[in-house]
């Protein structure tokens, strides 16, 4: 009887023992899938170091993104086409952690700029645009013009023509501008300017030439100072060999050089002469006058008051 009593309570403290074993197995077990568990995370890295960690893919990608276009502006990214080369590479990796020793993660904006400090972001900006190309200037020296004036013989203008170029910043600081293409749309047109080297006409000059044509022809409504012209038509001429153009009429012609007067003792050589009857001519000195007469008598030299009353006299030297 004792036996069996015996015997009973020592398989009563097995199976508690056993019990206990399986509570305490249990228990272990489940501490250990909780504590042993693994998960995945994102790592950007550069030849082998880590510059981030992030918790999920996207957060990883947009880190990435952050960072490319850490320097690239919205002016940038309108005008032309962007490319961005950061080095050394970065790529990302996937990579998995225990529970109990989980890594310092970082919001994606945190481990842009981290990463920045890492690594050289290279921005280029290849443009296309149309650029102005100035006109030049191309002066050339003649004596037919007085000195100190000029003549435009050639208008310039500008032309226009396509440059792409490429502009290459480093970490947001500027580098170099490159052209990689350029063509001609329009090519510009040179100015050209005869430029004065005569010097200074005088009224004795203009005496002197006009005198040439002594005995050539009138010729109603002419301007040939050989084959025949009239009294405003021969002025028109002779005054245009030195530069001044008039138009063709005696009254016209009153409105151009200097006033003077109308007294004929002012009169110089060179001076243009207006007659109130419409008549004109050009004052030589010593009180004359050479002018285109009449049909009958031509280009002729004459007193001052030949033509009667003076309306005005017009001085250009």
Sequence with gaps: MWMKIRNLKTRLHLKMIIAAVMIIFVCVSAFSLKTFATASYWE???????LASLKTENEAERTLELLRGMYVTGEQAAEGQVDVQITPAVKLVRKEYFAYRSPDFASPEVAAA???????????????????IPHGTKTKGTDSIQRGKQKVTTAGQDGTKRVTSEVVSVNGKYVSTQVISQTTLQPSVTKK???????????????????????????????????????????????????IKLPHGAFPQAYYGRHVGNNPALARPGDLIIFRKGHCGIAIGDGKMIHASSPSSGIIVTDITYSGAIRDIRRFF
Aim: aromatic share 10%; hydrophobic share 35%; proline share 3%.
């Design 44 to 50: 950007l890295e550069a030849e082998g170091t880590t």
């Design 193 to 243: 300017v005869l430029k004065g080297t005569g010097l200074p006409h005088t009224g004795a000059e203009v005496a002197a030439y006009a005198l040439k044509f002594r005995g050539n022809p009138y010729v109603y409504g002419g301007e040939s100072l050989t084959h025949g012209a009239d009294c405003s038509g021969f002025t028109m001429k002779i005054y245009e060999k030195f530069g």
């Design 114 to 132: 981290a990463a920045s400090k890492k690594v050289d972001v290279r921005v280029s900006v290849q443009t296309t645009k149309d650029v102005v």
